[in-house]
Nanobody, 121 residues
Framework: QVQLVESGGGLVQPGESLRLSCAAS????????MGWYRRASGKQRELVAV???????NYADSVKGRFTISRDNAKNTVSLQMNSLKPEDTAVYYC???????????????WGQGTQVTVSS
């Protein structure tokens, strides 16, 4: 059984930083992409940052230069360093991973339960 667990969310003031972490566990044969999405209240889920298996990264325009995604393939973890946080960054942040559970299975899209990030003065 594959599980993604996020941690690191919380309440911070504008301009401060947070670091989110996500760990994948369970039956994992291989992992393709790992990334972060967020959903603000009343809005659709959007991609924040993704780390593709070939090493490429992609960021939402709104977070470029402020957020950095990193990945540890040996530990099956992905992190998101968030600097210079703004009130508009307030959202539930979800870890996402495309994982192949077994050698004879296809890849599936997995999601964590989410962690709340609130940026407010």
């Amino acid at each position: 059984q594959v599980q993604l667990v996020e941690s690191g969310g919380g309440l911070v003031q504008p301009g401060e930083s947070l670091r989110l972490s996500c760990a994948a566990s369970g039956s994992i044969f291989s992992i393709n992409t790992m990334g972060w999405y967020r959903r603000a209240s009343g809005k659709q889920r959007e991609l924040v940052a993704v780390h593709i298996a070939d090493g490429r990264t992609n960021y939402a325009d709104s977070v470029k230069g402020r957020f950095t995604i990193s990945r540890d393939n040996a530990k099956n973890t992905v992190s998101l360093q968030m600097n210079s946080l703004k009130p508009e960054d307030t959202a539930v942040y979800y870890c996402n991973a495309v994982i192949r559970p077994g050698a004879s299975t296809p890849f599936y899209d997995y999601w964590g339960q989410g962690t709340q990030v609130t940026v407010s003065s």
